[in-house]
């Protein structure tokens, strides 16, 4: 993605509001009347089984994709109103991990810096490899890295130029145990730096006890979530029973 340099950027928001939002596919309804708010300081689970929109709407909050009716808004501004300057404010972790095999760890980085006009670059990217446990291996390849080396960085990759709205999709994907505490950890440390977070995932015990709160979709559309009641697990098992 684009963007224009952090430094030259006066856009900034505290709330990000979806309203009443669907998206279309043809005939296929892949989200149908969704409206949630996200805040600064939050991180917040989205939760539902596979084919529930999940990657939809973020591709969405991610203004990769527009919505077929309704409006999503950062701050007072709709994607189109803020133009390029949303982009330098997003981070997005997707399936699709955005990273060039044929390049090295390092180099991978240094794109994405350079995309962004991001000062002290090298520093930011030597910071970002020592994050992902990469730094012995910052001269290799990603074609030859495990998944869960790859997901690391482009965890890194995501967070690189200090996004003001993070989108994870499914981001413990292929971490080993101390990965996904790692990860658990940089959850937190963003909840701290007021940055709003929304991660799709069906990892819910490592989740649990994370998250501020979470949003349920079932077949595109927003269900309802006991806010008490036991662990994250069976209060979303239950609310796919009801």
């Known amino acids: 993605m684009s963007a224009t340099p952090a430094a030259e950027d006066p856009f900034d928001f505290e709330q990000v509001t979806v309203s009443n939002v669907s998206r279309h596919y043809g ?7 969704v409206s949630l708010t996200l805040r600064r300081g939050e991180v917040v689970g989205l939760l539902g089984p596979n084919g529930a929109g999940k990657s939809t709407l973020l591709g969405l909050l991610a203004s990769l994709i ?6 999503v808004r950062y701050g007072d501004r709709t994607a189109d109103a803020a133009g390029a300057l949303l982009r330098g404010r997003l981070g997005l972790l997707s399936h699709e991990l955005r990273l060039y095999p044929e390049l090295t760890a390092r180099e991978n980085l240094d794109f994405f810096a350079g995309l962004y006009g991001l000062p002290d670059a090298a520093a930011r990217v030597s910071a970002a490899l020592e994050r992902a446990r990469l730094a012995d291996r910052a001269g290799d390849a990603v074609q030859g890295f495990s998944r869960g080396m790859r997901q690391r960085l482009a965890l890194e990759r995501t967070l690189l130029h200090d996004p003001r709205l993070v989108l994870l999709d499914e981001p413990f994907t292929g971490l080993d145990e101390g990965s996904c505490r790692a990860l658990a950890s940089r959850l937190r440390d963003l909840r701290s730096a007021r940055r709003m977070v929304l991660v799709a995932t069906h990892d819910l015990d490592l989740i649990d006890g994370i998250v501020d709160r979470a949003v349920l979709l079932r077949r595109g559309r927003v269900g309802t979530l006991a806010e008490a009641g036991g662990t994250l697990r069976e209060r979303y098992r239950a609310a796919l029973a009801e």
């Open 27 to 33: 005939r296929r309804r892949a989200l149908t009347r």
């Open 66 to 71: 527009a919505p077929s009716a309704g409006t």
